[in-house]
């Protein structure tokens, strides 16, 4: 199976280069930021300016789908909560709206295939997926229209105006999926990859590293065909999700990533889309342990340490003050000329 996305064009570096020479003359001890100059010479960078442009639209749109495998005790929680938590998301009374109203971001959440039927469901791919431990995801078609999908919701959030993107995940039993491209893509075991998810307990944890067995089982045939094997191990939504970060780094848009869920569709992305990873910043390290694996594989270091196991994008809209801070930073520091303040001897 091949879908195509255009070369990535990575940030400027020369702007990056510009970012790092301004920081030098700004009020404050060369590096005295530490990483927060990093990061405001990243968004630069990105933007292709320097000082960098305040962010006005952080959107995150939230990818909701529900998976075959929780019916087989991988979880702590039953299938129908995902609906119930569209709903939630609606009504604005999740973490990740909490969480992006203090952040200044506004949240999106999309139906790609919650077994049930949402107020949000117009671009749903399918109820549900197969049971990735048995059975194959989503058909081949499938797979295409939900990364397909997921490239267009990118294209929409930019060209209306979205200027930082998040991707969020909501889908009871997600994790298992995620720990199994995880480990696909970057040769890692079953138990190297299984985490506690929603709170699973111990039997909930031996079901779920043998599930995590069995699809990585079949799915170790096509990891050299990133499309096949979003078919074969993925469902909707993480594939949706594939096609919107590849597309954000082919549109420039600076994305803060999540968690493990992110963490796996971004290692995907990445194949789809080499140089991707380049316009994406890590928001935060999860404590599943597959996440960790998947940031190693993408080179990136999070900004964030909370022991967030959460999703939804909760830990990427927190680490979003951190990212907005950078860049006001560049953007609004006197340099000692403007200041009239004496710089080092």
């Known amino acids: 199976m091949t879908i195509e996305f255009p070369s990535v064009e990575p940030p400027s570096e020369d702007v990056r280069a510009q970012a790092l020479a301004r920081h030098a003359v700004l009020t404050k001890p060369v590096g005295s930021l530490g990483r927060l100059e990093q990061l405001g010479a990243w968004v630069a960078a990105c933007q292709g300016e320097c000082p960098p442009r305040p962010f006005t639209r952080p959107r995150v ?28 998301f609606l009504a604005g009374g999740a973490a990740v709206n909490v969480l992006a109203n203090v952040a200044g971001a506004t949240v999106r959440v999309v139906d790609l295939a919650v077994d049930s039927e949402t107020s949000v469901g117009d671009l749903k ?15 081949p078609d499938e797979a295409e229209r939900a990364i397909e999908t997921g490239r267009k919701l990118a294209d929409d959030e930019v060209d209306g105006g979205a200027d930082l ?29 299984v985490g506690r998810g929603t709170g699973i307990d111990d039997h909930g944890w031996m079901r779920k590293t043998a599930a995590i067995r069995d699809a990585l089982r079949r799915a170790r045939p096509v990891i050299n065909d990133p499309v096949a094997l979003l078919a074969t191990s993925s469902g909707a939504d993480i594939a949706a999700m594939v096609g919107f970060l590849a597309q954000a780094a082919v549109r420039k848009t600076p994305v803060i990533l999540d968690g493990v869920v992110v963490g796996a569709a971004a290692i995907v992305a990445e194949e789809l889309a080499p140089g991707a990873r380049d316009w994406w910043v890590a928001g935060h390290r999860s404590v599943e342990p597959a996440h960790a694996l998947a940031l190693g594989h993408l080179s990136l270091e999070p900004l964030l340490e909370f022991d967030m196991r959460l999703g939804e994008g909760s830990g990427a809209v927190a680490a979003l003050p951190l990212v907005v801070m950078a860049t006001r930073v560049l953007a609004e520091m006197a340099t000692f000329d403007s200041a009239g303040v004496s710089g080092p001897a």
């Open 165 to 193: 993107l998040i991707a969020g995940d909501m889908g009871i039993g997600n994790t298992t999926p995620a720990a199994v491209l995880i480990a696909a893509l970057t040769g890692s075991e079953p138990v190297a990859v």
């Open 125 to 139: 791919v399918r109820r549900g997926s197969g049971s990735i431990d048995r059975e194959d995801a989503l058909t």
């Open 61 to 88: 749109v939230v990818f909701a789908g529900d998976h075959g495998v929780a019916q087989h005790g991988v979880s702590a929680y039953p299938p129908e909560v995902t609906g119930q938590m569209v709903a939630n």
